[in-house]
């Protein structure tokens, strides 16, 4: 346990400091919420509809920001070797990575997400569920992603080809929590998508450090 | 010449007690590096592995460690099972130290005593072995090369496993230090550790030697 307490906290500062923290996120949201009425108009009625939505789509692409040097500066430094010699296996050790990236970035973000919303002009009554599903969202873009970082090892211009491998995968969450989204706005049943947005999550967590520990194995040897 | 103090007491369960490796060859990128090497390394020896760059010796030190596949031959530890040894038996020191330049070197130096697996004490006695102790709250990108070496070796003293594999040890380091470094190997070895340490130079301790041809 004292390992992966220690993995954890490491993985968690080393996180913050690639490009996570409420700072950023908060930023990143400030920027959507700035130029999304300047891009399209300031109509009010125009901007609610979209309002989730684009807050939705913008905590899945500020997801991609920091996700391309989860494993890479581990692989270019020498300490991915290091952590592979040690009684952990590879999997519990990407599992954490991902933890710890989501705990620095994806948390953040999910916070940032209803105050980004509500500031575009959703409904305050939506925001708890905004943060619910951008929790679980960021849930399973961690964990996704943390797939098409380890892939992308030793690549040249691996944040493409990071973003390349992952955006198809983020389609998903997106659609189920854009669609709890939308019906709950509109009154219909909404836990169905938020169900399948849970099962993406667990899934993502139970099979991705499987997927990531294979291509950290392949890229060392 | 002031030798360094508080080493390490000798090493406990897991014990490897041999490194065996039986016609060895490894191929990258399609080049065969070497064959048949072998080599049979008992506990308390060293072994300089001594062969022009570009011959294989981080390779093989990388193939011990179980990183790179071995094209022939193998690699035993004893009686312990590989997967055994690789997970908490063998240190690797290498060029690529793993540590974060952002970072002061206290935090790494306990991050990777934890994940070694050792005890908070054995971190300060590392830290004072390898005179570290006040460039802890230095950032690692403000050490000097020697001093980050240093803190590399150090990890290995935090937490003590029988098998340290070297990757040119001393070549950051100054005569002092190889000096003393020397000492920490001899009473590495002299706890039953085993060293297989790829050099340039001599190793400043009697070892024997394997040599890689091109």
Redesign the interface.
């Known amino acids: 346990m004292?390992?992966l307490s220690?993995?954890i906290?490491?993985e968690t500062?080393?996180a913050w400091?690639r490009g996570g923290g409420p700072l950023v996120a908060l930023g990143f949201y400030a920027g959507v919420a700035t130029f999304l009425p300047l891009a399209i108009g300031p109509q009010h009625d125009r901007l609610a509809a979209i309002a989730t939505g684009a807050a939705w789509v913008a905590l899945a692409l500020a997801s991609l920001l920091s996700l391309e040097r989860m494993f890479e500066?581990?692989y270019?430094?020498?300490?991915?070797?290091?952590?592979?010699?040690?009684?952990v296996p590879l999997e519990l050790t990407c599992l954490v990575k991902c933890a710890g990236q989501w705990l620095a970035t994806g948390a953040p973000l999910a916070l940032g997400a209803p105050v980004a919303a509500i500031a575009l002009g959703a409904s305050p009554t939506l925001a708890p569920l905004i943060f619910a599903c951008a929790l679980l969202g960021g849930i399973a873009f961690s964990f996704i992603g943390g797939i098409g970082a380890a892939l992308s090892l030793g690549a040249r211009r691996g944040g493409l080809l990071t973003a390349v491998i992952v955006l198809p995968l983020f389609v998903p969450p997106v659609i189920f929590g854009g669609g709890a989204l939308a019906n709950f706005e509109s009154g219909l049943p909404w836990t169905g998508g938020f169900a399948f947005l849970g099962a993406y999550a667990a899934a993502a967590v139970a099979f991705g450090p499987l997927a990531m520990a294979a291509a950290c194995r392949n890229a060392?040897? | 010449m002031r030798g360094p103090k508080n080493l390490p007491k000798s090493l406990d369960h897991r014990l490897i007690t041999q490194l065996l490796l039986r016609d060895a060859a490894i191929r990258r990128g399609g080049r065969l590096l070497f064959e048949g090497v072998s080599l049979d390394l008992a506990a308390g020896e060293a072994c300089a592995l001594t062969g022009p760059n570009g011959s294989g010796k981080t390779s093989l030190l990388?193939a011990v460690?179980?990183?790179?596949?071995l094209e022939a031959g193998e690699i035993g530890f004893g009686r312990l099972d590989p997967a055994?040894a690789?997970?908490?038996g063998?240190?690797?020191v290498?060029?690529?130290?793993?540590?974060?330049a952002?970072?002061t070197a206290r935090?790494e130096l306990?991050?990777?005593s934890?994940?070694?697996?050792g005890a908070h004490a054995a971190m300060l006695e590392a830290a004072e072995a390898l005179e570290l102790v006040p460039l802890l709250d230095l950032e690692v990108r403000r050490l000097s090369a020697g001093q980050r070496r240093r803190l590399a070796l150090a990890r290995m003293l935090a937490a003590p496993r029988p098998l340290w594999l070297l990757d040119e040890p001393l070549s950051p380091l100054d005569a002092r230090w190889r000096e003393g470094f020397g000492a920490l190997m001899q009473r590495h070895l002299d706890g039953g550790g085993l060293i297989l340490a790829a050099v340039h130079d001599p190793l400043p301790i009697p070892s024997r030697s394997l040599e890689l041809i091109a």
């Open positions: 004292s390992r220690a993995l906290a490491r500062t080393l400091g500066r581990d270019e430094d020498g300490a991915l070797d290091l952590l592979l010699l040690s009684p060392l040897s | 990388r460690a179980g990183l790179v596949r055994e690789r997970g908490g063998l240190h690797l290498g060029h690529a130290d793993g540590l974060k952002a970072r935090e306990t991050f990777w934890r994940w070694g697996g």
